[in-house]
């Protein structure tokens, strides 16, 4: 599976759009870019996912470069509860590993009034 | 209507005794998994099970086994507990074709 970078830590104004940066420059052509994001003191909370088009759902837009090697999750308008830890995975569609996802560092998000 | 529960919440015992954590989800997923989240917030996929098959990630101690009386329950059983496996302790399930995996609200174990 592809390995990601993204920033160890961002700030973001509320009600400001809050734009997370990942790389996955080694991302092969069957391999799907998936967001979680970790709230503190809660289980990871899945996010939205894409393969080459960019995606939209009532949490977030992911936006995947036309190469594929770099995406960014946009949040909007960033509450203060969407203060988390954020992670880019990228993974094989229905692979034979028992859809075990691999957590990396992720990005730590703080949303600020 | 939690959709994945774990009980406890928390689990303070000594080294070298043996506990289980309990999960269950009400999704109706056939795929339900471990992961362990050390202190310095590494979360790691420990299982990953459904009712074919068992995937273990090679890092795990065979101290380590989980149990599933059916496809809505896996529980975790650790046998001889160390001071190392002290953490916090997820379980998540999803269908066996997607990643978009549902995460219990954590058991936090501390080995003394």
């Known amino acids: 599976d592809a390995k990601t970078t993204q920033p160890p830590s961002m700030d973001c104004a509320e009600g400001r759009a809050a734009n997370l940066p990942c790389n996955h420059s080694?991302?092969?052509?069957?391999?799907?870019v998936y967001w979680y994001r970790q709230i503190h003191s809660q289980g990871p909370q899945y996010i939205i996912h894409?393969?080459?088009n960019n995606e939209t759902n009532e949490m977030a837009s992911l936006i995947i470069t036309e190469d594929r090697k770099s995406s960014t999750l946009i949040l909007p308008h960033a509450t203060l509860r969407d203060t988390a830890v954020y992670y880019c995975?990228?993974?094989?569609?229905?692979?034979?590993?028992?859809?075990?996802?691999?957590f990396g560092g992720g990005t730590r998000l703080m949303v600020k009034p | 209507d939690t959709a994945v529960s774990q009980t406890p919440k928390y689990l303070v015992t000594q080294m070298g005794n043996d506990k289980s954590i309990k999960c269950e989800q009400n999704?109706?997923?056939?795929?339900m998994y471990w992961y362990k989240q050390d202190s310095k917030k590494f979360l790691k996929i420990m299982f990953s099970?459904?009712?074919?098959?068992?995937?273990i990630n090679e890092t795990v101690p065979n101290r380590f086994s989980p149990k599933s009386p059916d496809k809505a329950h896996l529980n975790l059983h650790i046998n001889s507990l160390e001071l190392g496996d002290s953490a916090v302790y997820f379980c998540?399930?999803?269908?066996?074709?997607?990643?978009?995996?549902?995460f219990g609200p954590g058991t936090r174990l501390t080995v003394t």
């Open positions: 998540a399930s999803s269908f066996s074709d997607s990643y978009e995996q549902y």
């Open positions: 080694t991302i092969s052509g069957n391999e799907y």
């Open positions: 894409g393969l080459k």
């Open positions: 995975i990228v993974r094989v569609e229905r692979n034979n590993a028992g859809n075990m996802l691999t």
């Open positions: 999704l109706g997923h056939d795929t």
């Open positions: 099970y459904n009712n074919k098959e068992l995937i």
